[in-house]
T-cell receptor, first 117, second 114 residues
Framework: DADVTQTPRNRITKTGKRIMLECSQT?????MYWYRQDPGLGLRLIYY???????NKGEISDGYSVSRQAQAKFSLSLESAIPNQTALYFC????????????????FGEGSRLTVL | AQSVTQLDSQVPVFEEAPVELRCNYS??????LFWYVQYPNQGLQLLLK??????LVKGINGFEAEFNKSQTSFHLRKPSVHISDTAEYFC????????????FGGGTRLMVKP
């Protein structure tokens, strides 16, 4: 089984619908992230969470919200989907070294492809 | 703020030929540097990273990258590619002060032809 699991893997929806993408991890990492991938733009950070009580906006948080239900679960919601939110979404985790430093190495899920018509 | 530029969006190459994927970055502070690979229909996985020390970094699958501070570059190289190296490659940078996130380049699609 994958260490970082995303559901659903594919979703087609209509403009205005509410969508939730879910992420769960078995790596025991405290830090979790949501990215979106668009061709030619690489990955852009939507939201991140350093622990259950910590939620932070990333580069492109408008139109999105998140919930950290537990250390292992981090979900991304689109309250009212629009076509330019059509993208491949990735959940990722990271951990700290024993020194407390975060090297930035990320562990990714397999992605959730969302199409908004 | 930092930025990453991958100069080539696509690189076609024949099997067993050498390849170099270029990455340049800008940052006002010292950085950590990464290359990630994304195989078709999969998530990204770490290929190699530079944190400190030797500027020549070796990664998985025979890839290596060299950190050049004066040119702010971190180009990825492999002396002989295989069909199985066909994938998208992402360069990423993170300032080494606490609390900063990774910034990714736009990606380079490596297409290895028989």
């Amino acid at each position: 089984d994958a260490d970082v699991t995303q559901t659903p893997r594919n979703r087609i929806t209509k403009t205005g619908k509410r969508i939730m993408l879910e992420c769960s991890q078995t790596k025991g990492h405290d830090r979790m992230y949501w990215y979106r991938q668009d061709p030619g733009l690489g990955l852009r950070l939507i939201y991140y969470s350093f622990d259950v009580k910590d939620i932070n906006k990333g580069e492109i948080s408008d139109g999105y919200s998140v919930s950290r239900q537990a250390q292992a679960k981090f979900s991304l919601s689109l309250e009212s989907a629009i076509p330019n939110q059509t993208a491949l979404y990735f959940c990722a985790t990271s951990d700290l070294l024993r020194t407390g430093a975060d090297t930035g190495e990320l562990f990714f899920g397999e992605g959730s492809r969302l199409t908004v018509l | 703020a930092q930025s990453v530029t991958q100069l080539d969006s696509q690189v076609p190459v024949f099997e067993e030929a050498p390849v170099e994927l270029r990455c340049n970055y800008s940052s006002s502070v010292s950085v950590y540097l990464f290359w990630y690979v994304q195989y078709p229909n999969q998530g990204l996985q770490l290929l190699l990273k530079y944190l400190s020390g030797s500027t020549l970094v070796k990664g998985i699958n025979g890839f290596e990258a060299e950190f050049n501070k004066s040119q702010t570059s971190f180009h990825l190289r492999k002396p002989s590619v295989h069909i199985s190296d066909t994938a998208e490659y992402f360069c990423a940078v993170r300032p080494n002060n606490a609390g900063n996130m990774l910034t990714f380049g736009g990606g380079t699609r490596l297409m290895v032809k028989p």
